[in-house]
């Protein structure tokens, strides 16, 4: 059976292209801002960088010192990965086995944390943290975005784990295996698709944080990159060819984490939808 190109395809197209272009647009300006020096990027800041001026890469590195800044950033988005699969896949699995009004008030107690923003606790946040001596540590920073992100994680887990048939988990109970048993060893290796999506919203919110870390690491040794990064902004001077420089470097971890579970992501947080 053929298709016929009409009209309205042909809008339809045209109409794409142009979602593609607002799309690409802000990285092609990225990219190319940070093949400027300074003087290319005041008088044509979005006109090809010909040639490239590539020492900006080299200068930021070493400026920001950008190596222990990317180390601070992945121990910090790995621990609260980490924390946050183990925590919420499990709480979630409780949620969705338990049709309960328990589990059903629990339920949406975690859904009020997606809710409301969690900028209106920040200051009782920042006391709490301060006063159990986390400032300026991983553990803050862990137990901070935990905190944060476990409402989020429990909701797409949940989803998921409803949508899941329960004779797996039913039948190793029968056979005598207790209810940590029957996750670890039935259920969770069939949330891999929930995980990919999981780990990667997760970690493209906390690697690109940036007002948190500032608050509770700024002018530690274990500053993260977009606060590195800020300090090429001044109040007076700004060096915007080191700022997007440091930017193409600090996105590039987290695009590959992104390529590598792309195909994760929409059926995961589908079949959560779904469920």
């Given amino acids: 059976m053929s298709l016929r190109y009409g009209f309205r395809t042909f809008l339809l197209e045209i109409a794409m292209i142009g979602v593609a272009v607002a799309f690409l647009f802000p990285v092609y300006a990225l990219v190319t801002l940070s093949l ?9 800041p979005l ?6 001026h590539t020492g900006n890469f080299s200068d930021a590195w070493e400026r920001a010192s950008l190596g222990s800044a990317l180390l601070n950033s992945t121990v910090i988005t790995v621990a609260s990965l980490l924390v946050l699969i183990a925590i919420g896949s499990f709480a979630a699995y409780f949620l969705a086995r338990q049709a309960t009004r328990l589990g059903f008030g629990l339920y949406v107690l975690f859904l009020l944390g997606i809710v409301l923003p969690f900028q209106l606790g920040m200051i009782p946040l920042f006391t709490m943290v301060d ?24 909701f797409l887990y949940t989803g998921f784990i409803r949508a899941l048939p329960g004779d797996y988990a039913n039948a ?3 056979d005598g295996a207790g209810h940590l048993r029957a996750f670890t060893q039935v259920v969770f290796p ?24 500032l608050l509770y690491l700024g002018g530690s040794p274990r500053e ?11 109040q007076y001077v700004s060096d915007y060819g080191l700022v997007f420089a440091g930017l ?5 971890p987290i695009l590959v984490v992104f390529l590598v579970l792309q195909r994760y992501v929409i059926k995961g947080f589908a079949s959560g939808l779904k469920g």
């Fill in 172 to 174: 190793a109970l029968i």
């Fill in 224 to 234: 993260t990159v977009p606060v590195r990064i800020f300090a090429f902004v001044g």
């Fill in 248 to 252: 193409v470097l600090a996105a590039l």
């Fill in 47 to 52: 006109s090809a960088p010909l040639p490239p």
């Fill in 131 to 154: 006063a159990a001596g986390l400032l300026g540590t991983y553990q803050g920073m862990v137990v901070f975005y935990t905190g944060i992100q476990l409402p989020f994680t429990i």
């Fill in 190 to 213: 069939l949330l891999r698709p929930i995980t990919g999506t999981v780990l990667i919203l997760n970690a493209v919110f906390i690697w690109n944080d940036f007002f948190t870390p």
């Fill in 36 to 44: 400027k020096d300074k003087r290319g990027i005041a008088e044509a």
